[in-house]
């Protein structure tokens, strides 16, 4: 049998400390990863994103957090005009 392959998740902070490892302490990004027990194209994502981050070409966690939220409040929007619309067009319809 096959067993299950799950996803760790890791925090911001172990993020941010993994990346300072490289760019402040000038370990190599293969040594930083191998002493953390990650994978090495991991630092490296991790790495770009922040430098993306700093940089203003990606947006930072609380624009991302806004963003999924407006997104939602969208959604619910127009769930309500569609609503709207057909309740409507069903009393435009009893009136006449």
């Given amino acids: 049998m096959t067993k299950k392959r799950t996803n760790r998740v890791y925090t911001q902070e172990f993020k941010k400390e993994a990346v300072a490892l490289v760019t402040n302490e000038g370990y190599s990004v293969a040594k930083a990863a191998e002493s953390l027990g990650i994978r090495a194209n991991l630092l490296y994502r991790w790495k770009d994103n922040e430098e993306a981050q700093k940089t203003g070409v990606a947006p930072s966690c609380e ?3 806004e963003l999924v939220r407006l997104r939602k409040e969208v959604k619910e929007l127009r769930m309500e ?3 709207l619309k057909k309740a409507s ?8």
Avoid at 89 to 96: G, L, N, R, T
């Fill in 63 to 65: 624009e991302r957090a």
């Fill in 81 to 83: 005009k569609e609503i």
């Fill in 89 to 96: 067009a069903f009393f435009a319809k009893e009136m006449k």
